[in-house]
């Protein structure tokens, strides 16, 4: 948007002031081509009025004028070299000519990564007096631009991009690629003439099968569908769509939920994320509460910025701008936040780099502020708009659309390792199944993942009857999940990944138990130091959802009871699984659970659940549990 506001603002004049001056040249057969090639240029017909000018330009070579309008016209079609042959004619011929000539001429050698002549072609421009506040700015942005990418060029990044192949690229434009958190499902957008829709492919045996249409619910024949962002399990999918009569603006973000293998009717978010402005191109931050987008709505920094709205108890809240650690005077677009919550790529022709739209990755900071962007570097951008990058959970793969690679036609989807330097912190996943623990069928339930060091839900969803999830999970800290549905007993489980390099995923099977006497859970959540039994803070999350489903099943009495591993001494053992149930048990007390409801006892190591031969086995018995005594 900058760069073609600028074309126009500065060669359109160039056109209008050829009308009002006397000409470089008495050929009276040149001028006359040329008063012809006007005439086409006020009819928009520019093809027309180009063979015009090289008419007179045969006639007289060194028609400045017509050396001018032709540089300018071809500049337009964006036939860069061409036209800088062009000005490069005028210049040798009289330098001053025409002192707007050197901007545009420095400006199209940007175009081509000619950053050492546009450099010198730029400067000479802004030496000239009187220059507007306005051209002056776009002039000085674009000799930073030159700068940094004459050094950026010297110190390249590694990069290796690879087209997805024919199943998923065709010979019309794919872009704007995403994939859920297991890399088991793409979802991109597909313009055939002129209409974008949603297309998905399912990676089988680490191959991308064939690429077919999303849905006729999300899909629309008659209005453009593209820009999308889904949740890392593939249930929800945010998107961009225009003129929709139930939209609020040009463009509106829409939502739609997954429903089995079809989707549910897509509705607007409407306000406040919505207005009579140009909202697009979403993000969904893991845990599903933040939705980063892109808007030209009143009180950005520029044209287009990036915004956040927070979903709360009433809603989306009111958007707020990202700041001018993002958002600059001109342009921040295709926002991505990567599941570790803390690592936003977006593209943006305001910070320095090669010249139009680049790509720049900005980290959260220790305070919660987001740092002064990065650009990826080249050949990752280039003098190209470079734009909407995701990458998957892992952090490691990156996925884009390029036109400029010799792919199968028009914009093609590729992926590349991204450089070491530029990756999110290491992220994992969570993914599976909950199931009757009787009868092995898949059942509905309430999925929540919770941050132990300060209680933030980080996912929760409520599952359809096939009972699958999945969610990411950011390395150095610990989780609790927990699962629960109506006539159940909870199922419980910790994932610590303190201190954790690895990317090992969790694949489970959730079993979850009816309420019926005899049937226990490991409480995984609850914690103790070593040989103490002093509950630790980060526990009271667990003992909190124990205290709920005993208000929710007001009949069910239960024990708790401690169980050690068979190291140490046998009476110092069943001490302290005796204290460590006692503890438990008065702490849900001091909450209000009536004491003829509960007992506790320790076992020692009585009753393990695991061989004591390994480490893994001796941390399974080291537990507290729970256990239905009647209902």
């Known amino acids: 948007m900058k760069r073609l506001f600028a074309i126009l603002l500065l060669c359109v004049p160039m056109l209008m002031q050829a009308q009002e001056r006397s000409y470089s040249t008495a050929n009276k057969t040149a001028i006359k081509q040329y008063t012809r090639a006007r005439q086409s240029i006020d009819a928009q017909q520019y093809d027309e009025a180009i063979t015009q000018l090289k008419l007179a330009l045969e006639m007289e070579p060194n028609f400045l004028e017509a050396h001018n309008s032709i540089a300018d016209l071809l500049r337009l079609k964006k036939q860069y070299k061409a036209s800088i042959e062009h000005y490069l004619k005028i210049i040798a011929i009289n330098p001053q000519f025409n002192r707007a000539v050197y901007y545009n001429l420095g400006d199209e050698e940007v175009n081509i990564a000619d950053y050492t002549n546009a450099l010198t072609h730029l400067q000479t421009y802004l030496s000239y007096p009187a220059i507007t506040p306005e051209k002056r700015q ?154 980063y987008f892109s808007s030209n709505r009143k009180g950005g920094y520029g044209g287009y910025d990036i915004w956040k709205s927070t979903l709360t108890d009433k809603g989306w809240g ?50 919660g502020a987001w740092q002064k962007p990065l650009n990826l ?48 912190k290491l992220v994992t996943y969570v993914k599976g199944t909950v199931k009757d623990a009787k009868s092995q069928t898949p059942i509905a339930a309430t999925v929540e993942i919770i941050d132990l060091a300060n209680s933030r839900m980080v996912y929760q969803n409520t599952l359809n009857e096939q009972g699958h999830f999945m969610a990411t999970l950011t390395s150095g800290k610990n989780y609790m999940l927990n699962i629960s549905k109506q006539g159940y007993m909870f199922y419980s489980e910790n994932f610590s990944l303190a201190g954790d390099t690895s990317k090992k995923q969790f694949l489970i099977d959730v079993p979850l138990q009816v309420i019926e006497a005899g049937n226990k859970v490991v409480l995984k959540n609850i914690f103790f130091d070593t040989n103490k039994f002093d509950i630790k ?95």
Not at 325 to 330: E, M
Not at 348 to 365: A, E, K, V, Y
Not at 379 to 401: E, K, Q, R, V
């Open 138 to 291: 776009y002039t000085e942005h674009l000799i930073a631009d030159c700068k940094f990418s004459i050094e950026a060029i010297k110190h390249p990044m590694p990069f290796k991009p690879i087209n997805l192949g024919p199943e998923v690229n065709s010979s019309y434009d794919e872009y704007f690629p995403v994939v859920t958190a297991d890399e088991g499902e793409l979802i991109f957008t597909r313009k055939i003439k002129n209409n974008e829709d949603f297309y998905h492919s399912a990676k089988v045996k680490g191959k991308w099968a064939g690429a077919t249409y999303l849905s006729e619910y999300i899909n629309s024949p008659q209005y453009n569908e593209g820009a999308q962002a889904i949740t890392q399990d593939g249930e929800y999918i945010f998107f961009t769509c225009c003129d929709r009569p139930s939209g609020l603006g040009s463009c509106d973000i829409y939502v739609a939920k997954k429903n089995g293998d079809s989707w549910d009717t897509p509705f607007n978010l409407n306000t406040p994320v919505n207005s009579n402005a140009w909202e697009s191109q979403p993000s969904i931050s893991a845990d599903g509460q933040t939705l």
């Open 318 to 367: 009111t958007p707020e701008n990202l700041g001018p650690n993002v958002n600059t005077p001109f342009d921040e677009q295709s926002p991505f936040i990567h599941p570790d919550d803390n690592t936003l790529y977006f593209s943006s022709d305001g910070w320095p780099g090669f010249g139009n739209m680049d790509l720049f990755i900005s980290r959260r900071g220790t305070d």
């Open 537 to 631: 803070a980060e526990s009271k999350i667990e003992m909190q959802k124990l205290i709920i489903f005993l208000a929710e099943n007001p009949k069910v009495n239960i024990e708790i009871s401690g169980h050690t591993d068979n190291a140490g001494n046998d009476v110092l053992n069943q001490t302290l699984s005796q204290n460590r149930a006692k503890e438990v048990y008065q702490y849900l007390l001091s909450q209000g659970v009536p004491q003829n409801r509960l007992t506790y006892k320790g076992y020692g190591k009585s009753q393990p659940i695991a061989p004591n031969t390994t480490e893994d086995g001796r941390r399974q018995n080291r537990r507290t549990e729970f256990k239905i005594i009647s209902n």
């Open 377 to 424: 570097g080249y050949p990752i951008n280039t003098s190209a708009d470079d734009s909407g990058l995701s990458l998957n959970a892992n952090g490691n793969f990156a996925f884009f659309a390029s036109n400029n690679l010799k792919g199968y036609g028009g914009f093609d989807i590729y992926t590349f390792e991204m450089p070491v330097s530029l990756r999110p």
